[in-house]
């Protein structure tokens, strides 16, 4: 007999290719997840991993086997949701992706608003780049996402939220200050500073400045940074410029490391964030409650896409 217990574990053993780590994960020892594991291989009389002293391969009857089994638990769990989703909309875990260009500058405003309007709800937050969170939302391992791009999914929907304007970002002292306005042409022959690949931000901040990503970061490659933090880092240490987005121009936050930050009047120097979910998720009226209390607490520096009655913009 088959339970849901073991298929997690197994499926955990597949994903962390490790039975240690995937016994960290399941909260269990590794003695009683090895055991469970090898009792469902012997219930099902296949074999699912080949294991050695070093490593852990899921075999090809495991591959097949395991594709149904997330999708039991997925289907697993989206009958807790449907049920809690009955008893009461607004309680429980919402499972949050957020892209980690906007996650910093966002939730901070976000969480404190969401606790007071909706106390019996807990979000739980994801922080990771924009593909990585469309394929949680395909696995049904988050309920929505918010990012700054448009999916070709047409099994998902979204909420729009705001168009968040560019800024250019650069040291005291930098060519750029001496400019009346900056124009396309002043940014691709600038030093600019990008993110590493994976980000959306990068091919954004490419975009903007009309420079083909194969020409992208060749002067200062060796600079490429991980988190937009990190790339404010460089430019405050005057290793060149960069365009940030606007929720990340905090006061005089930049200025007061030495970092001089402009607003663009480009066309095309703006993205759109939005909160994308599965159509098929069965709350949508809580993911609108929470897009209406994401734009009630936006700064005047982005342009909000929704007009919630209740929603009382701050200032920046």
Request: charged share 20%.
């Amino acid at each position: 007999m088959v339970n849901f217990r073991d298929l997690q574990y197994a499926v955990a053993v597949a994903e962390e290719r490790h039975f240690g780590r995937a016994a960290e994960r399941c909260h269990v020892s590794q003695p009683t997840l090895s055991g469970q594991v090898r009792k469902l291989e012997e219930s099902l009389g296949v074999t699912l991993f080949e294991r050695t002293s070093r490593s852990v391969a899921v075999t090809a009857a495991g591959e097949t086997i395991l594709r149904h089994a997330r999708l039991a638990l997925a289907e697993a769990a989206q009958i807790e949701v449907i049920a809690r989703a009955r008893r009461d909309p607004l309680a429980g875990p919402l499972r949050l992706g957020v892209i980690p260009t906007v996650s910093p500058y966002l939730m901070p405003l976000v969480l404190g608003r969401l606790k007071q309007r909706f106390p019996a709800l807990t979000p739980v937050l994801f922080e990771e780049v924009t593909e990585a969170l469309l394929a949680r939302l395909a696995a049904h391992e988050i309920d929505a996402a918010v990012i700054a791009t448009t999916p070709a999914a047409p099994e998902l929907a979204c909420l729009p939220l705001f168009d968040e304007p560019f800024w250019a970002a650069y040291p005291e002292g930098h060519p750029l200050g001496d400019l009346a306005e900056i124009t396309e042409a002043d940014l691709a022959g600038a030093d600019l500073l990008l993110l590493t690949d994976g980000h959306c931000l990068r091919d954004q901040v490419l975009e903007v400045c009309a420079r083909p990503r194969e020409d992208a970061g060749r002067r200062f490659a060796d600079l490429r940074a991980s988190s937009l933090e990190t790339l404010l880092n460089l430019v405050a240490a005057g290793f060149g410029c960069t365009l940030v987005p606007a929720l990340a121009v905090r006061g005089g936050e930049l200025v007061g490391r030495g970092i001089v930050a402009r607003p663009l009047t480009l066309a095309t120097a703006a993205r759109p964030v939005a909160l994308w979910y599965r159509r098929s998720f069965p709350q949508p009226a809580l993911l609108e409650a929470v897009a209406d209390v994401m734009v009630s607490a936006l700064p005047e520096t982005v342009m909000p896409r929704r007009h919630p009655a209740a929603a009382s913009r701050v200032t920046a």
